[in-house]
């Protein structure tokens, strides 16, 4: 199972090395948010809705007329691996001791049948395992009455929610997940016996910041991009506006990357690194996330049309393809990085239409040709480490590792050639256009692009590049002073 090593420390009650009851008082253990972090029925949910949205929408109006019948309409279609997803370790422990002390361990979940059979697989410490049977939905006073009628001589149960309150009061001895001080206060003051706590804590703004990805705001500056080759960086007008439309752009980004988060969870939990995020790890819930990802959607819209209409059609644009790209493009090799080239300039376009400004075709096609490159540097790293670890496949994506001599090829060549459209518009549009005194400093410019996109496919191709090319960019050094040696090159151009 998944470790669950990141924010948010697990508070258990001291001293509790095993359960002191008879151990022939059978242990009842709840699955979605006990003795997993994350909800199967939201994960069954999310990975069918970003696989086919109709399929999704369908279970979820199947949801509002039986929750039980929904739950098995997904598990149906979608084969849930539970053997990824984020465990409550400390419990697992527990629940284990408590078995090799002779007692028995039951699974008995709201969760379709079908999914309590594999966690009782997977885990391999449950005397047996019982969910919903597409019918009856096994919660609350439905799942207390059976298990009142299974075990007639009592019950220790672990649980998480509001809605185990009557269950807890009935049980022998409660095991609480992630329901704090105050309700394990309230049970005892009923008489209920309060064996263990088991309390991740609230989620913290520093886990919905990790989630918001607020580093990867740097590639919305490429909407000022329009102002400065526009030489209207200092039109305040023109500078609010687009400052507006960066903080509008910077919220749905941030909105779509959650979305992208969900999408990705079973690839994100196989990854020795993003298994940590904070929706993989179970630290924030699937359910949060879609609410504040559709807010964040909802509100950056609505602000963008009341800005500009023409970069209210922008943005929306952007959003959309973002969209495809979650729900499908993402696994079509090749289509992927020249899409993720689309979204880079899109925000160029933002910018210009926020500024009403005109649009430079040398700027756009550059943009186009460079991202794609860098797009391509990403994807060919992450197939030398695959190929390194004598892997087959990249996880999630559609590239097999025999794939890396296309995304090295047209990489490099998708690189060398927005250097020759930078060269080209230098000498053609710069050069007339009156904007620079002193043209030959501009050439200083290409110069430093080139010898940074070498940089990035040298590092690609060893492997070593280790995050997005633009986020390590602000990281490395190296970058920084090439940056620098391009704005120095326009200053003293002009």
């Known amino acids: ?33 006990t003795l997993l972090l994350t909800d199967t029925l939201h994960e069954s949910f999310v990975a069918t ?94 799942k207390l009455a059976y298990l009142q009628q299974r075990f007639p001589g009592g019950f220790i149960y672990a649980g998480d929610s509001v809605a185990d309150g009557p269950i807890f009061r009935a049980s022998r001895g409660a095991i609480l997940c992630d329901l704090g001080a105050d309700a394990a206060r309230d049970l005892a003051a009923t008489g209920t016996l309060v064996l263990a706590e088991f309390d991740r804590g609230k989620p913290s703004p520093a886990l919905w910041a990790l989630a918001a990805r607020p580093h990867q705001w740097s590639k919305n500056i490429l909407i000022f991009v329009p102002l400065i080759v526009g030489h209207a960086l200092f039109d305040r007008q023109k500078l609010i506006a687009t400052t507006i439309g960066f903080v509008i752009l910077c919220v749905l980004a941030s909105a779509t990357y959650m979305l992208n988060d969900l999408a990705d969870l079973d690839a994100d939990r196989r990854h020795p690194t993003k298994r940590y995020r904070p929706f993989a790890s179970g630290h924030l819930s699937i359910a949060s996330g879609l609410t504040v990802a559709l807010l964040g959607i909802l509100g950056s819209l609505t602000a963008g049309v009341m800005l500009s209409r023409d970069f209210a059609l922008a943005l929306t644009g952007y959003f959309v393809l973002t969209m495809l790209y979650s729900f499908r493009l993402k696994r079509i090799p090749l289509l992927d990085v020249f899409v993720i080239g689309a979204l880079f300039t899109s925000r160029i376009l933002m910018g210009a239409a ?108 060893r492997a070593a590049l280790d995050d997005d090319p633009i986020v390590f960019a602000l990281r490395d050094p190296v970058s920084w002073g090439l940056g620098a040696v391009v704005v120095v090159a326009l200053v003293l151009a002009i």
């Open 49 to 142: 809705l970003f696989r086919s949205f109709g399929i999704g929408l369908t279970s979820a109006l199947k949801g509002l007329q039986n929750r039980a019948a929904a739950k098995r309409f997904l598990s149906d279609r979608h084969e849930l691996d539970i053997a990824v997803l984020p465990a409550r370790d400390n419990l697992v422990e527990l629940i284990r001791a408590e078995r090799d002390r002779g007692r028995e361990i039951h699974l008995v979940t709201a969760a379709d049948q079908s999914i309590a059979d594999r966690a009782r697989a997977e885990f391999d410490m449950f005397t047996s395992a019982t969910g919903s049977d597409g019918v009856h939905n096994l919660k609350g006073e439905t």
């Open 354 to 461: 926020v500024s009403s400004l005109a649009q430079s075709s040398w700027l756009l096609a550059f943009s186009m040709a460079f991202f794609f490159s860098l797009a391509l540097a990403k994807r060919h790293v992450e197939l030398m480490r695959a190929r390194q670890d004598s892997q087959t496949v990249v996880p999630g994506r559609g590239y097999r590792t025999e794939d890396w001599p296309l995304t090295l090829g047209f990489g490099i060549g998708a690189g060398l050639t927005s250097i020759l459209i930078m060269l080209l518009y230098v000498t053609n549009d710069a050069a007339p256009s009156g904007f620079y005194r002193d043209i030959a400093w501009l050439y200083l410019a290409p110069a430093a692009v080139t010898l940074w996109v070498m940089r990035i496919w040298l590092l690609s191709q």
């Open 1 to 33: 199972m998944t470790e669950t090593t990141m924010a948010s420390p697990e508070r258990q009650t001291a001293g509790v090395g095993s359960i002191p009851i008879d151990h022939s008082i059978p242990l009842v253990v709840d699955l979605d948010g």
